[in-house]
């Protein structure tokens, strides 16, 4: 395979077959954070849909204040966007992120990668990409969107505590993956899904594929309360809000719309917190 380095030097800038998502691109062999990057460049008035890339990163952020791990193997990516309407619609590009890498990771690879709600890639139940979106906005308005993505393409190894719950795209399928030709197929299905949202500023024209691919659905997920408690309902799907659907065991329908949902077989419960 050839390197990722030299790639997106060269390779990568040719590639994306898009009208604005990674037209211009800001690439680094290590940096802090593609997302920290992606904010400063933001800041100073980079175009909609400027893409930062890394080969790793060296503070790697994740979302609830984690770290991300971000060895060399792994695509670290980061887009900036400039949304032109209000920020409480933000909230769904997150899950607009989540469909189109999903989206791009089997096409580029075949293996079958499902969705977490909201956010989180998984591959026989074992994590191999997250999305950590980052908004600033003031008075109403968005001024600007960093949607960052990490998968864990060829990650070879991962700490102790990750081993269990995280796996790569090359440790699930069992050959190396061209992250160029992943990273441009994340570009473009970003676009055109963020198009088609656009259009209605709802998830309606895109429910329907981002529920095939949801994990959550039919299963038991625990939801959290206050107090660190948990209450366990059956998901059912997300709505044109991106809010996920689930039925409580006394029968009636909730949309959560934030919150870390654990699925039942899948998360175990954080320390200290009981059902
Ligand atoms: C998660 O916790 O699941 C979200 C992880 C997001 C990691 C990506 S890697 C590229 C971008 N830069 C960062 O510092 N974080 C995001």
Redesign the pocket.
Known sequence: MRGFREDLAGELKEKPDTAWAGQEIFYYEEID????RARALAEEGCPHGTLVAADV?S??????G?T?H?PAGGV???LVLRPDFPPIKARMLTLIAALSAAEAIRECTGLDAGIKWP??LLINEKKVS???TEMAASAGHIGYVIV???INANTDAFPKGLKIKASSLKKEGGCQVDVCSLIAAVLKCFEKNYDIFTETLGMEKLQGKYNGLLINKGRTVKIPRDGGTYEEACAAGINRDGELIVRRADGTLEAVYAGEVLVCGIDSLPPGSEK
């Open positions: 954070s593609t997302n920290v990163q503070r790697g952020r994740g979302r609830w984690r991300w971000s670290y990516m980061s956010n989180d997250g999305i950590l960052g993505f990490g």
